[in-house]
């Protein structure tokens, strides 16, 4: 990723070149510049805006619907649901099925006023590819909700970003303010009647704020637990009004549709779930940070090409594949393609693409009681299954890695995983939370069990002196949250 | 984190002397600074209630925390009981609900931190400053609460402190943060 501009004009025409060469193989990341993105002028310079031109000046938002839907674009927030198939659940788009004397069917004609969110939530533990879009290259993201706010009718458009990402918050507000004065967002957006207001809500640090429904809770003011569903946002959301809730990596993308069209982007990923992904590791390896890739590299690939292999000498023990809330994977799955359908047939999810990468010197243990942790902490206390289920969790979990579980332990363990399963909870938070747990407990089972039978956790125990310090610390860290 | 028992945290009320709702006036409670950001925050969103947690970070910057009284006078200036806003403001981990140091340190907990030495920062942190988490240092320096994944795991550990971010934190690089930050409240140039 391109990093640096050196000030003088020169070598920024260099730097500019350089970038646009990976135009059509690196588009959302290509003119990333994280020390000093491209402002108005530099944007424009680089080709910017031309997608959302072209959207306006040539295409009826039915047409971008339908160029969205054959590029075969699934969302990036994590769950991959096909981007065009969300859209076009919006009333202004809705084919107008219902005959005309159906009750339902009054609004049908007066496309009625809908909101476009992007949810720049990012609070997912191991996931940090938005910031790099928000920070690098923030007129890129306005860009491209002018494109989807035009096409399901939004005449209103808010950016949910988390309280934590000051200096996104501070580029993305001046980015507004210039697209403002250059008469890309307002009235009569480049001559062309289109109207759109863009606002940047600045949240104040919880994770159940990155769940749509929870989201537009939040934005409304009340306290942010999730809704029911349905009714899907689409259809009732933000103030009762039809609502399009997407990730800031799914909306990126739709500038590059548009200007290169749909088979470009089909081709950037043959055999694999169209377009690039930022892929993305962390944890125990030798170079973490974020790539962007065409969809589909193997996970050996990613691991070892990219984020260096192992570090400390370490060998792999296991893997989260697509943030905390998704299944561990292993050695054995290292050939698997990073894609949605790959990672699903492996046992996992794809979830946001960033790996976090466990070495044999550390306690799978230790490292999935953290993970709960953070789900008992983040929990949003609404429905009973989560709210008890994950601090309980948490409770024998601890007791596991302290060396003083018990075979009923486990099994107990195991009936929490069933009760916090998709279909009994509220909304996905608790499910998240059973995967790492579920497949830890089948993939390292050796592990916990050495746990209960040793009274202690045996890779811990070679490092007696360490280990005084860290029950310490997990003590006091129980009394802070 | 055992949820159950001795929760504390600064997001959380504190069983306080009650006040009334009615002897706060928020005219002449909030300043005129705090009523016009609010009332821009107000004019971008459809209903005064939505601007809830937008009113509620404009009174803590000015003032470093969310008293009771401030909670009330929030509430009223947007038509909204105390219940609800208190419902608003302990959901979230920025707003703090205690009063807390001059710089609050966000440690992160989550797992990248947690897999590349979140262990031995916190003792440093613990041990500099002689606090563990959710207490102040007695000079008023310095809170210490823990955040979920900062977003930086690919240069973990981090942590942050007044909106600024740190990371691939040392033992060394954590106590120079620390001390350079105190010597800018010494000096009263921050
Ligand atoms: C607990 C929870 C947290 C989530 N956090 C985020 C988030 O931070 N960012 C995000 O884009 N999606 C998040 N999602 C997924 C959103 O609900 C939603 O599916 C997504 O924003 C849709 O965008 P997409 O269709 O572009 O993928 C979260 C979901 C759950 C259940
Ligand atoms: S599953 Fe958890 S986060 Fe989701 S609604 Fe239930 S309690 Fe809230
Ligand atoms: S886990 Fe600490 S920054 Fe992400």
């Known amino acids: 990723m391109t990093n640096t501009t050196p000030n003088d004009s020169s070598s920024s025409e260099n730097w500019l070149e350089q970038a646009l060469a990976q135009a059509l193989t690196k588009p959302l990341t290509h003119l990333i510049n994280l020390e000093n993105p491209l402002d108005f002028n530099g944007y424009i310079k680089a080709g910017g805006y031309m997608g959302a031109t072209k959207a306006l000046k040539e295409f009826s938002p039915k047409g971008v619907l339908e160029l969205v839907s054959d590029s075969g674009l699934k969302g990036r927030g994590g769950a991959g649901f096909p981007t065009g198939m969300k859209w076009s659940c919006v009333p202004a788009l809705q084919e107008k099925k219902i005959s005309t004397d159906s009750p339902f069917n009054q609004n049908a004609n007066e496309h009625e006023n809908s909101y476009l969110i992007c949810n720049g939530d990012e609070m997912e533990p191991g996931t940090f590819k938005d910031r790099y879009l928000l920070e690098g290259v923030p007129h890129q993201l306005i860009e491209a909700m002018i494109i989807a706010s035009y096409t399901i009718s939004a005449n209103k458009a808010y950016i949910f970003l988390r309280g934590e990402y000051f200096l996104a918050a501070e580029r993305l507000q001046h980015a507004i303010d210039e697209a403002y004065e250059n008469k890309w967002l307002g009235e009569n957006i480049q001559g062309t009647n289109y109207q759109l207001d863009l606002y940047l809500h600045t949240s104040a640090g919880r994770y159940i704020c990155g769940e749509e429904t929870a989201l537009i809770n939040a934005l409304e003011g009340k306290r942010a637990t999730p809704r029911a569903k349905p009714p899907f ?47 993305a590791a962390c944890g125990q390896v030798k170079n973490p940070g974020v790539w962007e890739l065409p969809m589909g590299v193997t996970i ?6 990219y984020a260096g292999g192992m570090k400390d ?63 008992a902490q983040e929990s949003c206390g609404w429905c009973t299954p989560c709210r008890d289920g994950t601090p309980w969790a948490v409770e024998i979990l601890t007791r596991i890695e302290q060396g003083q579980g018990s075979h009923e332990d486990l099994t107990q363990l195991n009936e929490l995983c069933d009760f916090m399963w998709l279909g009994k909870t509220h909304c996905a938070l ?52 | 984190m055992n949820n159950n028992n001795n929760d504390f945290s600064l997001n959380q009320r504190i069983p306080s002397v009650m006040i009334a709702d009615e002897e706060v006036d928020f005219n002449q409670y909030l300043s005129s600074a705090e009523m016009s950001a609010i009332e821009h925050e ?42 609800q806003l208190e419902g608003v403001a302990t959901f979230y981990n920025l707003i703090y609900r205690q009063k807390v140091g001059h710089y609050v340190i966000h440690l992160c907990d989550s797992i990248s931190c947690h897999l590349t030495g979140y262990d031995e920062i916190l003792n440093v942190i613990k041990q500099h400053l002689n606090i563990v988490y959710g207490q102040t240092t007695s000079d008023g320096q310095f809170t210490l609460l823990s955040n979920v994944c900062l977003g930086s795991c690919d240069k973990s550990p981090a942590m942050m402190i007044g909106g600024k971010h740190y990371h691939s934190l040392t033992s060394d690089s954590v106590v120079a943060i620390l001390n350079g930050l105190s010597q800018n409240v010494g000096e009263g140039n921050d």
């Open chain 2, 42 to 83: 107000v004019s971008i969103m459809e209903t005064r209630e939505s601007v809830g947690i937008e009113a509620l970070k404009i009174v803590q910057q000015h003032r470093g925390w969310i008293s009771d009284d401030s909670l009330i006078a929030i509430a009223q200036c947007l038509n909204i009981s105390s219940a």
């Open chain 1, 233 to 279: 946002p689409q259809v009732s959301g933000l103030f009762g009004k039809p609502t399009v809730v997407n990730n800031v990596e799914t909306l990126c993308n739709l500038p590059h549709i548009l200007k290169h069209g749909s088979a470009w982007f089909k081709d950037l990923s043959p055999d694999s779930d169209p377009g690039t992904k930022m892929y």
């Open chain 1, 300 to 305: 050996r690939e990613l691991l070892y090409d």
């Open chain 1, 313 to 375: 000498g370490a060998n792999l023990k296991g893997l989260l594949p697509g943030g905390a809330s998704t299944d561990f994977l292993t050695e054995k799955h290292l050939d698997t393609p990073m894609d949605f359908d790959s990672i699903g047939k492996a046992g996992s999810r794809l979830g946001t693409g960033g790996l976090i990468v466990l070495g044999d010197k550390h306690c799978p243990v230790a490292m999935v009681l953290n993970l709960l942790q953070f789900f």
């Open chain 1, 430 to 481: 608790a499910p998240g939370a059973v995967e790492p747990l579920k497949s830890a407990m089948r993939y390292f089972k050796y592990d916990f069990e050495q746990h209960i039978e040793q009274g202690c956790c045996p890779i811990e125990a070679n490092k007696q002196n360490h280990q005084e310090q860290l029950v310490s610390n997990k003590k006091e860290a129980n009394h802070g949250e």
